[in-house]
Nanobody, 120 residues
Framework: QVQFVESGGGAVQPGGSLRVSCTGAGSSFRLYGMAWHRQAPGKERELVADIARNGSTTYADSVKGRFTISRDNAKSTVYLQMNSLKPEDTAVYYC??????????????WGQGTQVTVSS
């Protein structure tokens, strides 16, 4: 079973920045598409950003121009750089990866989640 481990969450003031990281899957990482999802209390899970094996990226409209997803295959790590954070970005952020993306379920493997709180 593949496991991903997230790190880097925390609390920040509106307008601030955070970077969350996710590591796992070893040598298989380079073969996986990777994504970040988030879920706020009382809301459905939302796909935030995705990066394919070839490095192509997609973003939710709500984060375009503010968030950047990137990957380092040598370190088996995917990053989410979050700038100009807003209170509505507050959520648990989940790392997700695998060989294929399923429309309703995402990729096969998930991290445990890391809390991001944006508040003054």
């Amino acid at each position: 079973q593949v496991q991903f481990v997230e790190s880097g969450g925390g609390a920040v003031q509106p307008g601030g920045s955070l970077r969350v990281s996710c590591t796992g899957a070893g040598s298989s990482f380079r073969l996986y598409g990777m994504a970040w999802h988030r879920q706020a209390p009382g809301k459905e899970r939302e796909l935030v950003a995705d990066i394919a094996r070839n490095g192509s990226t997609t973003y939710a409209d709500s984060v375009k121009g503010r968030f950047t997803i990137s990957r380092d295959n040598a370190k088996s790590t995917v990053y989410l750089q979050m700038n100009s954070l807003k209170p509505e970005d507050t959520a648990v952020y989940y790392c997700n990866g695998g060989p294929r993306y399923w429309k309703d379920d995402g990729y096969a493997y998930w991290g445990q989640g890391t809390q991001v709180t944006v508040s003054s």
